[in-house]
């Protein structure tokens, strides 16, 4: 028991005590033993030196234990000395024979105790339910500390509980501890109106991660998962289990994100990364294209591994989660753990493969062969090609070029490419929907976003705090995004142009603006009937150029400027004009038009590749509309404006945000913190622009916190809330505190895959490894049978 029951704590002037008279304390009786420490260190810190508590027994002077603490001494923090301290008399020698002293290899710490006799002594009267001053010793054989000096006095030094609630929400923000140190300390204003230092906010945020730890991750995400499933019933999450029991793998994704995969996912890219928390698990994000072509987030995992078995549960876990709805596309690296779980698990889905890990690939794969020709002919593969004879040309031009006309048992690496070039090459996956999407680079500048938030050295519990400040700041993006689109129209260069004016209210400003450069650059086209195939109902066009046009087949579609940056066009002499010669046609594609059903097809097939109608498609439209005939086509028809890249295809997210579980006094110590300081902040910045106005508001809250005070008394709350309740429980429940259960999940330990797995050789390192190999093999067996030749020399001799 640490404290008696009083009615009344005294406090006491210090400034009018005097050390030397003993009068002047004597008579002093304290109820409670905060009392004591409170009275003491303030004395302290006014002479200037640091205490702590030397004595604290429950037994009496007849050696009998008490519930009651009977003693208590506070000594200057500089009482006694260290254990093994060469400054203690004790441990003097008598010789003067220098002391060898053995080095050891760690950090020693500077001396402070030089064994002064300040302290305070006191003792329990249970006459008057208090403590007496027995002895008081001033004296001490130090220098005392300057004022300026004050507050850095260890038991000055204390952080409040508001200051503690601050400093959790700016960790849980993605705030270091040296940025919150620094903010908490310009809202103080000084270090010296602080109270402590950057080491004790570190100590006490290292604390409460230690409590988390003696909780345990797996119990406190499980319930964190469990509580966003009871504030929102379409939070989805599932746990993979092994035979132990322990969790190997997490998948989840809230109500947002589903809404998001119903909108938008057609495309989905998939990649793991590394590095985004202590245990090692891979997070594996499932990204796609919004209608402002940002990122969005459709689900999340942490894998144990990145085998095929992983996958599989993975994706069947995600297809559960949205009911069952394929994409058209996904795209991945290499990895063939995933070339064997996508089609495996994704059997109608177009599987694309990202065009940069595959010349990542022929790096590591040909070697010195992987030179700028080669990467020049794989792009050319990769983006430029229409057909499969097309295709087929250039690939045994670049084998010829590159490998003498074919690929060698050596580099097999181009062999097992071509197997899968239905995956990559634009002859092939012009026909399916993309979105322009040729690599994983949804996944890999959402890693990058990611770097952000997530370090290596965050625990999963804070993992999953980081990451929800993650998504909540995409989605301001998303919101930011919603509202300019809603708020401002896009640049119309053509505003005469009704095919353009039909379309600049209904496509967001990033889709306007590829629309746009379409239609600028079909000013640059010609057009030719070709009479033979066409009828009245059906129309057929050769749409061409006469210059070089280089526009940016590939974009940064994550990049806002992105959509405004295209490549410049190379001009050539304006009386250049096709003639019945028949000129050099470049970019010539075929347009057919039906009529009737106003239905174009390009064979370039950037709508079914992209959603977007072409060059091609606009200088006919332009053409066509022009005439009194087709007036329909004055404006681009419906079926091809796609509702994903429009405006206000989000409905409104108020239905989706979780509900809160009962009233506020069901909430934690940090909401309730977050919510009285809210109000507060607001009322404070008003007060402070007049003085009377604020003094007036200093009395009110005193009076107020006076009244709150007997409001906790009465209502039996004893002291002020625990850290590690505030802590670890704040946001993952709003419960009481988790219990420890020793038959709860926990999670497999995985290794660290950076150190313990090797690099892979690649086919040409292992080539040149075989080659030397035989050719050691050689030489020693010229060595041997040149021995042998002698050995029989020597014998016929």
Not at 47 to 76: P, W
Not at 367 to 376: E, K, M, P, Q, T
Not at 693 to 700: G, H, M, R, W
Request: glycine share 4%; aromatic share 12%.
């Amino acid at each position: 028991m640490d404290e008696i029951p009083s009615s009344t704590n005294v406090t006491q002037d210090v400034g009018s005590i005097s050390d030397e008279n003993k009068e002047s304390w004597q008579h002093f009786v304290f109820h409670d033993l905060s009392s004591i420490k409170d009275f003491y260190a303030k004395y302290a810190h006014e002479k200037g030196f640091s205490v702590r508590r030397n004595l604290h027994s429950f037994f009496d002077s007849r050696n009998k234990k008490t519930d009651i603490v009977q003693y208590i001494r506070y000594v200057c923090n500089k009482h006694g000395f260290k254990h093994g301290s060469r400054a203690d008399p004790k441990n003097k020698t008598n010789s003067d024979t220098p002391v060898l002293i053995e080095y050891q290899k760690q950090k020693e710490l500077p001396e402070e105790r030089t064994g002064c006799p300040a302290s305070i002594s006191l003792k329990y009267d249970s006459n008057v339910k208090g403590y007496h001053i027995y002895k008081w010793n001033v004296t001490h054989n130090h220098p005392l500390h300057k004022p300026e000096h004050s507050h850095y006095l260890r038991s000055a030094r204390e952080i409040s509980e508001p200051q503690k609630q601050l400093a959790i929400i700016n960790s849980k923000s993605g705030m270091s501890v040296r940025s919150s140190f620094q903010v908490m300390r310009q809202i103080a204003g000084g270090s010296k109106n602080l109270g402590y230092c950057f080491q004790d906010l570190k100590n006490f945020l290292t604390t409460v991660r230690q409590k988390e730890m003696v909780i345990g991750d797996a119990t406190i995400i499980q319930e964190y998962l469990r509580n966003e499933a009871l504030r929102n019933p379409s939070f989805y999450y599932d746990i993979q289990v092994d035979s132990e029991e322990n969790i190997a793998s997490i998948f989840w994704s809230d109500a947002i994100m589903q809404q998001d995969y119903e909108l938008f996912g057609d495309l989905i890219s998939f990649d793991t990364t590394y590095r985004t928390n202590t245990e090692y698990r891979p997070l594996a994000p499932f990204l796609g294209f919004d209608n402002h072509r940002k990122s969005v987030l459709f689900g999340c995992a942490l894998l144990y591994d990145e085998t095929s078995a992983s996958f599989d549960w993975l994706f069947t876990t995600f297809l559960k989660c949205m009911k069952n709805k394929k994409p058209i596309t996904i795209y991945t690296d290499q990895a063939s753990a995933l070339m064997k779980s996508v089609p495996n698990i994704f059997p109608d889905v177009f599987h694309g493969l990202c065009s940069w890990h595959m010349g990542e690939n022929a790096k590591s794969n040909l070697g010195s062969r992987c030179n700028g020709a080669f990467l020049d002919e794989l792009h050319h593969l990769v983006s430029n090609v229409d057909d499969e004879a097309e295709f087929d040309f250039n690939w045994n031009k670049m084998l010829q070029n590159c490998f003498g006309g074919k690929a060698t048992s050596e580099f097999t690496w181009p062999v097992q490419i071509h197997r899968n070039r239905t995956q990559w090459s634009s002859a092939w996956v012009k026909s399916y929907f993309t979105a322009g999407l040729k690599t994983t680079q949804l996944s890999e500048s959402f890693n990058a976003f990611l770097r952000h938030f997530l370090q290596p050295d965050h625990s999963l519990v804070q993992f999953f705090i980081h990451f929800n400040v993650m998504v909540e700041k995409m989605r301001d993006n998303h919101a930011d995004c919603d509202f300019k689109a809603a708020n401002t129209r896009p640049r119309n260069n053509y505003p005469n142009s009704q095919l353009m004016r039909s379309v600049v209210a209904k496509y967001t400003p990033a889709s306007f603006a590829f629309i746009h450069k379409q239609y600028d650059l079909s000013f640059k086209y010609y057009y030719e009937e070709d009479m033979s195939r066409s009828s009245i109902s059906n129309r057929v066009f050769k749409v061409f150029t006469i210059q070089l046009v280089r526009d940016a087949d590939e974009m940064d579609f994550d990049n806002d400027a992105a959509a405004n940056v295209y490549m410049s066009v190379e001009e050539v002499p304006e009386n250049l004009l096709p003639n019945d010669q028949d000129p050099l046609r470049l970019d010539e594609r075929v347009v057919t038009v039906d009529i009737g059903n106003k239905i174009f097809t390009c064979t370039c097939r950037m709508f079914e590749n992209r959603g977007f109608l072409c060059r091609h498609v606009f200088k006919i439209l332009d053409f066509l509309g022009s005439s009194i005939q087709y007036q329909s086509l004055k404006s681009i028809p419906d079926h091809y404006i796609l509702k994903r890249w429009t405006k206000g295809i989000r409905p409104s997210l108020d239905a989706l945000k979780p509900i809160s579980i009962g009233g506020i006094q069901d909430t934690t110590f940090a909401q309730r913190y977050q919510q009285a300081s809210g109000v507060m902040l607001q009322i404070i910045t008003r007060v402070c622009m007049d003085p009377d106005a604020c003094q007036f508001f200093l009395n009110a809250a005193i009076e107020c916190g006076k009244q709150a005070e007997e409001l906790i008394v009465a209502k039996g709350v004893s002291g002020q809330p625990s850290s590690s309740r505030s802590a670890s429980c704040k946001d993952t429940s709003v419960a009481e505190p988790l219990v420890v259960d020793s038959s709860v999940k926990k999670f497999k330990k995985r290794p660290n895959p950076i150190r313990a797995k090797k690099r892979l050789k690649s086919d040409y390192e292992l080539a040149r490894e075989r080659k030397r190999f035989i050719a050691q093999r050689k030489k020693q067996k010229k060595e041997d049978d040149a021995a042998k030749l002698a050995l029989t020399i020597t014998n016929v001799d």
